[in-house]
Structure formats: C-alpha cells, structure tokens
C-alpha cells in the first residue's frame, strides 16, 4: 500500500507522514530529505546548477540511504545539516533540475515496489507513484508555514528573521510550481487539507478517517 502525502513547504508534510507511518506500521519516506542531501552535495562541491557536465559526475558519485529518521549521504549521516538555510535558499534550485529529478524518483519508485510506504513531498501523487492507494494534498496560509519554519530552524540553532524565512518559502513556492518537470500541483484525486489553524492532532485525525 501506498499513501501520498503532498504540498508546499512548511505545510506540515514531514511531520503528519512520519506519524501516519508509525500508527499504520508503514515506511515513512522524506523524499525532501533526498533532493536536500543532493543539494548539500552540490555546495560542498561547488557544482554549477548550469554545468550538466558536474551534474552528471556529481549524480554519478552520490549515495543517499534511509536508514530511520536518518539520512546519509556517501555514508555520512546528515540528517541536520541538510535542514541549514543554505540548503534552504537553493534546494528548490537543485530540485528542478531533470537529471537530478529523474535519479531521485527512479530510486523512490524502487523503495515504494519494495515495501508499503507512505512518501511525502511535491509530486508524489501526480507523478512518483500516480496510483497509490490514498493521496492527500496538505497546504496552509504563507504566514502560517513561515512560522512554522522560522521556529523549526530557531530550535535548530539556525539564526534567521521570519521576514527572511516567508520570503524564501514564497520564492520555493514560485520554483516549485513553474519547474518543467513535475510541478508542484494537486493530483485530480488527492483529498485537500488546509493546516491553518490546526493542530498536528486533528490533521492526523483527518488522514486517518479517510484511511480507516
């Protein structure tokens, strides 16, 4: 079984798919984390989002593992660097890229035919895994999801204004929904939930009712 859990950034995606997976013994998979670990790649090794000759290299030498909440990256955990603003600011750069796009969903696609998943990220409904089971499109105010990321980033020791933070979740919501392949959009059959004003409770709540 698969369930898709999509929407834009600060929408509470992460957060309501890794409970979901837990109270339906599913395996959560933070598809954000992957495109986040290759974009960590791209900085530390400088590469040009234009050059398609690094691209191609640096796709080649990347090794990204799901091992629990963790993630790794050429078998180095990074599960809290690839949360820094730095990845932030250029991850939906990196993201759109077609290379980069189609090396992540082909090893997502490879994940989901293994095992009973629930995948949360932008696309996942409309085009990593069309057919799954249950699709759910999660979305909130702009002023909402900033917040949301301003005070995860705050906990985190990242030091950063709210204005700066709103401005940059605005600016990945433009990239994610104008990129060529795969844009951000809600799949004709996934069931809207807008998270303004709602607790992680009854979201799940929500999910939950339409599973059961």
């Not at 290299?57 to 629990?68: S, T, Y």
């Not at 095992?115 to 069309?130: C, E, K, S």
């Not at 990945?172 to 799949?187: F, G, M, N, V």
């Not at 799940?204 to 599973?211: E, G, Q, R």
């Amino acid at each position: 079984m698969s369930i898709t859990i999509d929407g834009p950034a600060g929408a509470g995606k992460s957060t309501i798919a890794k409970i979901i997976a837990k109270v339906k013994k599913l395996t959560y998979i933070d598809t954000g984390a992957m495109y986040r670990a290759v974009t960590l790649k791209f900085i530390q090794n400088f590469v040009d989002t234009k050059d398609a000759q690094q691209i191609e290299a640096l796709l080649a030498d990347i090794r990204i593992e799901l091992i629990g909440d963790d993630i790794y990256l050429n078998g180095t955990n990074v599960t809290e660097e690839i949360r820094s603003p730095e990845v932030n600011q250029l991850v939906s750069e990196v993201a759109k890229l077609s290379p980069v796009r189609k090396k992540m969903v082909e090893f997502q696609r490879t994940i989901a035919a293994a095992q009973n998943v629930v995948m949360d990220g932008r696309d996942i409904g409309t085009f990593v895994l069309p057919d799954a089971a249950y699709k759910f499109f999660l979305t909130a105010s702009i002023d909402e999801r900033a917040r949301r990321r301003f005070e995860e980033q705050r906990r985190k020791g990242f030091t950063t204004s709210l204005e700066d933070v709103k401005s940059e979740i605005s600016n990945r919501d433009r990239i994610d929904t104008e990129r060529e392949l795969a844009p951000l959009i809600q799949a004709e059959d996934a069931i809207l939930i807008d998270t303004t004003g709602l607790s992680i409770e009854k979201v799940v709540d929500k999910i939950l009712s339409y599973i059961q």
